[in-house]
């Protein structure tokens, strides 16, 4: 069932589409996510798995689920122009999309094993709500993995790479602990996203009802490193956060 759509929805802008559909991850697939190797580390046994992906995107992980054994998929997202190539992807019934706006949507409860959401609970304002709901939707030994945009990335609101003394490079952080939404030019003008600490993502969690199972600060290995070398900025502070849950 489609929901209302309130939310924040750069992604049918189509300015801000048509860069994001050059990025590496958006051409390539999971294996163009620098992090999805942890990501997997943090996912259990897909087979037989009842699973649900929000902010599902163009449906990379829908498939790639299926493709590992999971017996029914449901993917969830709040843009048109993603959904509709998610569908000329997908050629397998046990895989649906639904539209739905994420601040709002409600999914059935205990119908699902594994709920899976990457790089989109920072964009939701109401994300304690969406917590209980999917803590709700999730059978009992039910998991939630989670990516974020790591609280550092968030935070700054200086631009650019500066120098210490010595020369060594810095990321200028500020107001990390001041939360709520920040206004950033990436791929288009005025995209917000919801600025929070880890301490605030734990809470919100455990308040939920989950245990926390796992924590990872991601950037890239030195051997990732030396295969392109371009990432050694994202070895000065994380880029992304990755969160895997359980219901009790």
Request: charged share 20%.
């Amino acid at each position: 069932m489609t929901q209302s759509i309130t939310t924040q929805n750069i992604y049918d802008d189509a300015g801000f589409f048509d860069g994001y559909s050059r990025l590496p991850r958006s051409v390539e697939g999971l294996a163009g996510a620098p992090e999805w190797p942890a990501i997997q580390t943090l996912l259990p046994d897909m087979r037989g798995l009842r699973v649900l992906d929000l902010g599902c995107g163009f449906g990379w992980f829908c498939r790639w689920a299926r493709e590992n054994g999971a017996a029914s998929v449901e993917g969830v997202d709040v843009s048109e122009r993603m959904l509709a190539r998610a569908v000329a992807e997908t050629h397998d019934s046990a895989i649906g999309y639904t539209r739905a706006d994420l601040e709002t949507f409600e999914p059935q409860g205990e119908a699902f094993d594994l709920v899976y959401s990457s790089l989109a609970f920072h964009y939701i304002q109401d994300l304690k709500g969406l917590l209980e709901r999917v803590h709700q939707s999730l059978a009992p030994g039910g998991r939630l993995v989670c990516t974020v945009e790591h609280p550092m990335m968030t935070a700054p609101t200086l631009a650019g790479w500066a120098q210490d003394g010595a020369g060594r490079p810095t990321w200028p952080v500020s107001a990390y602990l001041d939360e709520g939404p920040r206004s950033t030019d990436w791929l288009a003008k005025g995209v917000v996203k919801l600025h929070r600490s880890i301490e605030t993502y734990l809470d919100l969690l455990l308040q939920a009802g989950f245990a926390l199972s796992r924590l990872k600060e991601w950037g890239p290995s030195p051997e990732q490193v030396v295969a392109n070398p371009d990432w050694i900025k994202e070895r000065q502070r994380p880029p992304f956060l990755l969160l895997a849950a359980q219901r009790a």
